[in-house]
């Protein structure tokens, strides 16, 4: 049996994995939280296998994963909710995830952290510090410290994505944003100016990563925008209002500069992304 590529979501940026690799000719493995939530897209595709895993909540996954892995892109992340689930979810899951890859013999992992990992800062690149001002950030640095333990037994590649968001991607800052407009709730944000990162252009340089052996961080940033002219976009595209806006002075914005030469990635232009997504 040929080795396998684990993806850890199917949901957003992990369903166009997912299709971009089996469209590549690879073996894809993923995983679902329940059976109920497999698309009728993926049901019958021969080189597509799936499994079932709580990662907030399942204590023992291993024996829900294939034998035979290659590579993993460990997308899996909670955004929010309460404490104990968002830090099983993230560094605790990972961890298992990470000395099941040693014991699997897997070549590689790419893992999708955060720029809010540096806390606050303008063109930020990968050699600027770590700052983390939410819990949510705070357990995207603490599973970052987790890798130099495991850099020895495969390769590991820590994706540092600025405010993720397109179709599908469930538990993010702009699709909060967006429910607030839509449910007419209060928008009330500490972020002034952000850089966020349209996940369609992230596939071909994520599938192109699969091949690269290195041990390398990598931020991935859209361009820069103040908040409100993303909320002003939002509110033209649905029709919907907020009860009440409210944005902070914070800026966080990411240098893709390095993403750019190794990988190729480019960035759509943030107001083309609100209207592909939400129009």
């Known amino acids: 049996m040929d080795k396998v590529i684990l993806v850890t979501s199917p949901f957003g940026l992990g369903e166009k994995i997912i299709l971009e690799l089996l469209k590549a000719g690879e073996s894809v493995y993923t995983i679902f939280p329940s059976p109920k939530e497999v698309p009728m897209s993926f049901l019958g595709k021969i080189n597509l296998k799936y499994g079932f895993v709580r990662f907030d909540l399942d204590s023992s996954f291993e024996k829900n994963l294939p034998k035979r892995v290659k590579c993993i892109y460990h997308l899996y992340e909670m955004y929010y909710g309460p404490f104990t689930a968002v830090f099983k979810a993230n560094p605790c899951a990972t961890l298992q995830l990470l000395d099941w890859s040693k014991k699997a013999g897997v070549e590689k992992f790419v893992y999708m952290s955060s720029g809010e990992v540096y806390g606050e800062g303008s063109h930020l690149n990968e050699k600027s510090g770590y700052n983390p001002k939410s819990f949510y950030a705070t357990t995207k640095f603490e599973t970052e410290i987790l890798f130099r333990y495991y850099a020895k037994f495969f390769s590991i590649d820590t994706l540092r994505v600025f405010f ?51 041990n390398r961080v990598i931020n991935f940033a859209g361009d820069p925008v103040k908040v409100s002219e993303l909320v002003e976009k939002m509110i033209a595209v649905s029709g919907k209002n907020p009860k009440k806006i409210k944005t902070g002075h914070t800026e966080l914005t990411g240098d893709s500069t390095k993403a750019s030469q190794i990988v190729n990635y480019s960035v759509t232009a943030w107001q083309k992304a609100i209207e592909d997504l939400f129009a």
């Open 164 to 214: 993720p968001f397109g179709r599908g991607h469930r538990q993010a800052y702009l699709c909060n944003l967006y429910q607030a407009i839509t449910a007419g709730d209060t928008i009330d944000t500490e972020f002034g100016v952000i850089s966020p990162t349209y996940v369609d252009d992230m596939v071909a340089p994520l599938i192109a990563l699969r091949e690269k052996k290195e």
